[in-house]
T-cell receptor
Framework: DAEITQSPRHKITETGRQVTLACHQTWNHNNMFWYRQDLGHGLRLIHYSYGVQDTNKGEVSDGYSVSRSNTEDLPLTLESAASSQTSVYFC?????????????FGPGTRLTVT | KNQVEQSPQSLIILEGKNCTLQCNYTVSPFSNLRWYKQDTGRGPVSLTIMTFSENTKSNGRYTATLDADTKQSSLHITASQLSDSASYICVVRANAGNMLTFGGGTRLMVKP
């Protein structure tokens, strides 16, 4: 069965460190998304990609970057981790660029920045 | 600014009872509205999707309604089960820009 996986599931890091969260999907979807989820907020879009070599900034992109070298993977990098980036991060993929088709979410990565 | 507001923020009900969750949105122009279920420690999973012309859609014990005129949707859960304990998220897509607006969710707890 096709799936979307994230690793690690839990990560603790120190302020100022560079951190990379992995996302891998076997749906063969061109469209992939990264969100963060915080108490009191809905899911907020960080970055998204509509295909290989394509990346776009979302609503809360400051301090984050992504790269898309193949269809299956969209790693999210925190260049210099800050305490404000403590959150749960979800990766998603979809047949369509926006919400016309369902977005399939990964299980999430809980990141703590100390 | 596009917004999606959900109420209540949290809800506790007894197993077997019914409940209704509310979603109000200001997203314009409207394209579709989706309800997701998110179990603790998991990613959201789609329950239903509704377009402008649909006002009711069911998925088992889950029934979603949409009033596009008043920009309101509800999710009704019938004969609740312990496994219904989760957060329920309302997500609205605008017809322009391809982006989604997520509500903050309603956390439902079903007690035996």
């Amino acid at each position: 069965d096709a799936e979307i996986t994230q690793s690690p599931r839990h990560k603790i890091t120190e302020t100022g460190r560079q951190v990379t969260l992995a996302c891998h999907q076997t749906w063969n979807h061109n469209n992939m998304f990264w969100y963060r989820q915080d108490l009191g907020h809905g899911l907020r879009l960080i970055h998204y990609s509509y295909g290989v070599q394509d990346t776009n900034k979302g609503e809360v992109s400051d301090g984050y970057s992504v790269s898309r070298s193949n269809t299956e993977d969209l790693p999210l990098t925190l260049e210099s981790a800050a305490s404000s980036q403590t959150s749960v991060y979800f990766c998603a993929s979809s047949e369509s660029p926006g919400g016309a088709r369902e977005q399939y979410f990964g299980p999430g990565t809980r990141l703590t920045v100390t | 600014k596009n917004q999606v507001e959900q109420s209540p923020q949290s809800l506790i009900i007894l197993e077997g009872k019914n409940c209704t969750l509310q979603c109000n949105y200001t997203v314009s122009p409207f394209s579709n509205l989706r309800w997701y279920k998110q179990d603790t420690g998991r990613g959201p999973v789609s329950l239903t999707i509704m377009t402008f012309s649909e006002n009711t859609k069911s998925n088992g014990r889950y029934t979603a309604t949409l009033d596009a005129d008043t920009k309101q949707s509800s999710l009704h859960i019938t004969a609740s089960q312990l496994s219904d304990s989760a957060s329920y998220i309302c997500v609205v897509r605008a017809n322009a820009g391809n982006m989604l607006t997520f509500g903050g969710g309603t956390r439902l707890m079903v007690k035996p």
